[in-house]
């Protein structure tokens, strides 16, 4: 990149040309600058001779505003992806069948979308079969059972029991709700290979599953 | 309406502004010995109870007080805090509180709270209505928008939610305030300056400058920091004031731009650091951006609150709830009474399952908050003033 280009896109601005302005940003990510790096190296400094030009009165208000003005145009593409790159990660998620308690389920499962997973939700009170169906609909491999109340997670093995009847012995399911933090063994029990804590947690494992099923993928 | 009230329960009011709360207290009961009918007496009592954490005691008081005068206000609210702050006592508490918004109709804390209340009860439509009233009648009511923000965490999650959180501590005047406290400027005095009579020395233009900014006469101040960088165009401190009030008019890329400037000149500008995160902040995508300027910040003034409060709201745009978690905790180790850093923290106590601290820091934030307005006395003011 050339030491110039924050200079050019500042006058640019100044000249209140957006078409100049994008070129000077495409021929700075022509030169092998990243788009998660072309705010730091092109915009930022830019916007500090922009600032510096109107402190000195080189540029007057109006002037000022005007650049502000063309600098909004063109910050989409210099600002990094607001959103992560699909991973094409399939996620399904749901609460157990009679379990309306949707907190968990929902911080969870919008952790997940804002992580670039393919995140299905299936809402409240989903029956074992509705899980079983989505799954043979979308291929997903990764299930999410939410359970919030005692008896809903006693039910969670009911969903491991109708994906093996149906030879789907590869999903695997995931946990969360509190009966399963206060007791392992209701998880263990369920037939889970993990159990949620929160939609950190989320994110650790479904990352940690999609990586492992990767690299058996890539062997 | 309100009955007079005798010379021990002025005594008692006396002492209760003063927080001597044992011998307020005393003087209560001494009021109430000579004559047990006095609706203010057993107000005040509910209050200095409530003080003490004795919730049952301040229930009892707050209740004779409302049998006696239906009208007392202060009462009500004595007893929906007792409510709340016992716990478990969610049905009386919406009903103390939706009886209080009816006897104060324009009190807005009356709605917050009877959201709080209806949102403990598992109401969550009605609670989302009672926040949405306190905003028709305050729109700048931050605490309403921090429940709101709540609100939308638990159905849609923290991407959702997180702006909520931000517009709350822009409402939120501590935010403003942290602003000021890294420019040396203080409370605003009696009198404002006169952009044009100020002594024309930097340090004076740039005091009278942040005052203006601080009552919210941009132009004036503006005139003043043009007087400064005309002198001298690479004044950190000038540059981040510009981009404190280009921030407060809601104009993002030039406060962007006197913020980078201001800290191109001075890396140790404290004010650039907070008007750079703040402008990043506001812009989706930058949230590394923020939280690199804010953890800046934070390490520079490390007894601060905010600049924690701020780094963790980053953190959260980043999914690092943890990391989030952190900052928020410290800021409430600095100062329990910050509402915007216990609404964070019950934020990441949601995102963790851990549903009954989340509502306790809520409950906390509610108790500060209520205090910081001093509400108790001015509906008290007010019920004496309608007795007399």
């Known amino acids: ?219 | 309406m309100s009955a007079d009230r005798s010379q021990q329960v002025v005594l008692a009011e006396g002492l209760a502004r003063q927080e001597q709360i044992s011998p307020a207290v005393a003087a209560c009961h001494a009021a109430l010995r000579l004559d047990a009918r006095q609706p203010h007496a057993h107000a005040l009592l509910a209050e200095l109870m409530l003080a003490g954490d004795f919730y049952d005691e301040a229930i009892a008081a707050a209740t004779q007080a409302i049998e006696l005068d239906p009208g007392c206000a202060p009462a009500y609210l004595a007893l929906g805090l007792a409510y709340d702050r016992r716990g478990g006592m969610w049905d009386q508490s919406i009903l103390v509180w939706h009886e209080l918004a009816e006897v104060v109709p324009d009190l807005v804390t009356a709605h917050v709270q009877l959201g709080e209340a209806f949102s403990l009860a598992a109401f969550d439509e009605e609670a989302i209505d009672s926040w949405r009233r306190a905003l028709e009648l305050d729109p700048t009511e931050a605490r309403a928008m921090y429940n709101l923000a709540v609100a939308a965490l638990k159905r849609e999650g923290v991407p959702t939610a997180l702006p909520g959180f931000r517009k709350a501590g822009e409402l939120d005047p501590s935010q403003d305030e942290l602003f000021f406290d890294l420019a040396h400027i203080g409370p605003l005095p009696r009198k404002l300056p006169d952009s044009a009579k100020v002594a024309d020395d930097r340090d004076s233009r740039l005091h009278a400058a942040g005052v203006l900014a601080r009552a919210d006469d941009y132009f004036g101040a503006a005139d003043l920091v043009r007087a400064i960088l005309d002198e001298t165009p690479d004044d950190a401190d000038a540059l981040a004031l510009a981009a404190y009030m280009y921030l407060k008019q809601e104009a993002g890329n030039e406060a962007m731009a006197c913020a980078v400037r201001a800290v191109m000149v001075d890396k140790t500008s404290v004010t650039g650091m907070y008007a750079l995160g703040v402008a990043y902040a506001k812009r989706p995508g930058l949230n590394r951006h923020a939280a690199r300027v804010f953890a800046a910040l934070a390490k520079a003034v490390p007894h601060h609150p905010m600049p924690h409060v701020l780094l963790a709201e980053s953190m959260m745009g980043l999914q690092r709830y943890s990391q989030a978690k952190a900052a928020y905790g410290h800021a409430v180790e600095l100062d329990p009474a910050c509402v915007r850093a216990r609404f964070g923290l019950a934020a990441v106590l949601l995102t963790e399952n851990r549903h009954a601290e989340a509502a306790w820091e809520i409950r906390r934030a509610a108790y500060y908050d209520t205090k910081r307005q001093g509400l108790f006395w001015e509906l008290y003011d007010e019920y004496v003033e309608g007795g007399e």
């Open chain 1, 1 to 219: 990149m050339s030491d110039q280009a924050p200079l050019r896109l500042y006058q640019a601005l100044v000249d209140q040309d957006p078409a100049a302005a994008i070129s000077v940003i495409e021929s700075v990510r022509a030169s092998g600058v990243s788009q998660a790096r072309l705010f730091d190296v092109l915009f930022v400094p830019s916007m500090g001779v922009l600032g510096g030009a109107w402190a000195s009165g080189e540029i007057d208000e109006i002037a000022f505003t005007q650049a502000a003005v063309v600098a909004d145009q063109v910050t989409s593409f210099v600002t990094p992806p607001a959103a992560n790159a699909d991973t094409g990660v399939v996620v399904l998620i749901g609460c157990m069948h009679k379990d309306h308690h949707a907190v968990g389920k929902n911080v969870a499962a919008a952790a997940l979308k804002e992580a670039g997973h393919r995140v299905l939700d299936l809402g409240v009170d989903v029956r074992p079969a509705e899980f079983l169906e989505k799954v043979e609909e979308t291929g997903a491999r990764i299930v999410i059972v939410s359970a919030e109340m005692l008896s809903a997670a006693r039910d969670a093995g009911r969903v491991r029991d109708m994906l093996t009847s149906s030879g789907h012995t590869d999903v695997v399911i995931l946990v969360t709700g509190g009966p399963f933090d206060a007791d392992p063994e209701l998880a263990r029990s369920a037939g889970a290979n993990g159990v949620i804590r929160g939609a950190e947690s989320a994110l650790r494992l479904v990352a940690r599953v999609a990586e492992d099923r990767a690299g058996r993928e890539d062997a």
